[in-house]
Structures are given as C-alpha cells and as structure tokens.
C-alpha cells in the first residue's frame, strides 16, 4: 500500500491551508525562467521603475531550500546586478542578464578579476505558470516516494529496537506536516473583480493546488522529513546524555547529573525565528525510571515570556534506541504560538570539549 499523502489527505490539508488566511499585499508581477537541463529555476521581480530582484533554485536536488539572491537596475534591456548581502559586505560578483520574453542569458559582467558564483550562469528560457505548477508538483512527488522508500527501508534495516520507529513516525507525519504547512505556506489572495456580482462564479477563485509555492514548500518540508529518516540510529543504549535533533529545527540537549537529576534545555525555530520557543528545567531523579531498555521522564517546567496561565508545561520524555520522544500538555496555549517541541528527535553524541 502507498504511504504518499492520499488525495483526500491533501484536499483536507489545501482547505485548511487556504482558509487560514491570505497573503497581505499583491507582490510584483515576476517573470519566470527555467534551464532544463540542469534544473534550475530563475525569478527576476521588479522593485521599481528600473530595479529588480534575482532568485535562483536549483531542483536537481528535489525539494532544495537553498539559492542564490541577487539585486540590480535594468537599463537598456540590459540587467546588472549582484549578490544581496549584508551591509557593509563585499557584493563580490557582477553580473548582467540579456534576454526578453522567450529567453534570458546570465553572463559575467567583463572586465572582473576572478569572478564568483558561476552556478548561476547559463541560459534560461521562459516557462508559464501551468509548466512550474507541473514541474513542482513533480518535485514533491519524487521526495514523497524517496520518503516512503526510507521508512520502508528503516523499518527493516535498523536495529531491533529501533525498527518500529518508522512506522510510529509515519503516523505523525501529517499532523507534522500540516503544522509545517500553516506556518511556511500563505494561500494566494483570490483575485477582486472590478464589477462583482451578487452571484458570480467561484471558479476562478484560486486554490492551494494550482499554487506553485503549494507544491514548492510541500516538496521542501518532505525533503526534510526524508533526511531524518534516511539517517539511520547509531545508539543502542538507554543512556540520557546526549543531543537530540527533530529534523525541522527543534532541538533537546540532556545531561544527567550525579545525583541522577537530568538537566533538560529544548529550544526550537520551526521555519524561522518567529516560530522559535525555549524551555529549560531539571527533572527529579525519583522521576527518571527505567524498565529493560527504556527509560522515561516526566516534570513541570515552567515556559518564561508568556501569559501566567499558559506558563506550566508537564513534559514528558522516553528514551529507547536512537531516539527520544517528547510530549507536552498545558492547560492554555499562548495566543498566537505556533512552535512544538512535541516530536520523535534523533540521538547524537555529546560534543567533545
């Protein structure tokens, strides 16, 4: 049986996705570009009369997060531009791009000694909105089969106590992934008709699947969960100390004292820093108990910066194999938290000083 997101499973996902809410402004109209044959993507955005932003993505890599941005000033039909860095930086290479509507060709501008980021350069041509939709969808289908194949392969291939990680963990995926998705993904803002009707057609009202940033950070996020499956546990052993990661930016650091107190630090950026949370605190040694070769934890800690009524955290941690496991409750959410620590995180050794 296929474990890849059902249709209905994805259907559920769009609708809450798009009723979450709506992109805040109209971005500028962008042009898109595509090089087949190395699989790269290259967006040129207008900032003003004459100036323009540059992105490219490379996908030959499915679900790659990582690009180069540029900015520059067209003149002429001519675009040079550079790197965006921070102030006070060396922009490095310059670069101009010739083309127009079919084409666009990026090249160094001469006259540079030891030019930088050769990756961006080539030829891109001109690709509609239905092609990215069709080679983005694409993208997260082929990361969601690798997806699949890893935890297939996980739960056969990995030790014994271990081997029923995979399928606990592909039960969280999408409830994981639809956190994700409400934080990464803003639906598109339906399009104001200059004449509306009382009873006008709701066809045209645009929906997460024909969104090409849709399937984009579906493939990104899947590209992730692959990741931290395909890494398999190297720890068979019920010891606590250690450093532990989730695969999407939470993190534990554990570290149990002599008096078998264990000092607990989690801290996570889900997306970016305005989805991070922090939380520190001990747990009782009477409270760390041990049965064969799993061990758990439980204790209140108390969360810093938020409302008195959502700051107690009863916290619960399970350590077996390669892995711990984090769970927590509270009475009240904070208004407006969109971070977890809740999650199956992966063991790593403690770094030596």
Not at 205 to 231: H, M, R, S
Not at 336 to 342: A, E, M, P
């Amino acid at each position: 049986m296929k474990s890849r997101l059902q249709p209905l499973q994805l259907s559920v996902l769009a609708l809450s996705l798009f009723t979450a809410g709506v992109r805040g402004a109209e971005p500028p109209a962008a042009a898109h570009y595509y090089d087949e044959e190395t699989m790269r993507y290259l967006t040129l955005r207008p900032t003003s009369a004459t100036g323009v932003e540059i992105f490219m993505r490379g996908a030959a890599d499915p679900g790659s997060t990582g690009g180069w941005r540029g900015q520059g000033n067209r003149k002429d039909n001519v675009l040079t531009f550079a790197a965006v860095v921070d102030e006070g930086q060396d922009r490095g290479s310059y670069f101009i791009a010739k083309g127009g509507e079919s084409k666009m060709e990026i090249l160094f501008k001469p006259g540079q000694k030891m030019p930088q980021d050769p990756g961006i350069l080539g030829l891109y041509r001109r690709v509609s909105d239905e092609k990215r939709l069709q080679l983005t969808r694409k993208e997260f289908q082929t990361v969601d089969e690798r997806l699949n194949a890893a935890l297939k392969a996980g739960a056969h291939n990995w030790a014994t106590a271990d081997k029923p990680v995979p399928a606990e963990w592909k039960s969280r995926w999408p409830a994981l992934l639809g956190r994700w998705m409400k934080i990464s993904y803003q639906p598109p803002e339906p399009v104001k008709a200059k004449n509306p009707q009382p009873f006008a057609s709701a066809k045209n009202t645009p929906t997460p699947e024909k969104d090409v940033e849709y399937w984009l950070k579906l493939a990104q996020v899947t590209a992730a969960a692959n990741a931290f499956i395909q890494q398999s546990p190297v720890l068979m052993s019920s010891s606590w100390d250690g450093e532990y990661d989730d695969g999407f930016g939470g993190h534990v650091s554990i570290r149990r004292a002599k008096d078998g107190k264990l000092r607990v630090n989690l801290n996570c950026t889900r997306v970016n820093e305005n989805q991070g949370a922090d939380l520190a605190g001990q747990i009782p040694a009477e409270a760390v108990k041990t049965k064969d070769e799993e061990s758990t934890a439980t204790a209140v800690f108390i969360e810093a910066d938020v409302p008195e009524e959502a700051k107690e955290i009863n916290l619960t941690l399970k350590r077996k194999g390669g892995f711990l496991w984090v769970e927590t409750k509270r009475k009240v959410t904070p208004p407006g938290s969109l971070s977890w620590f809740d999650g199956i995180y992966r063991w790593s050794a403690v770094p030596k000083e």
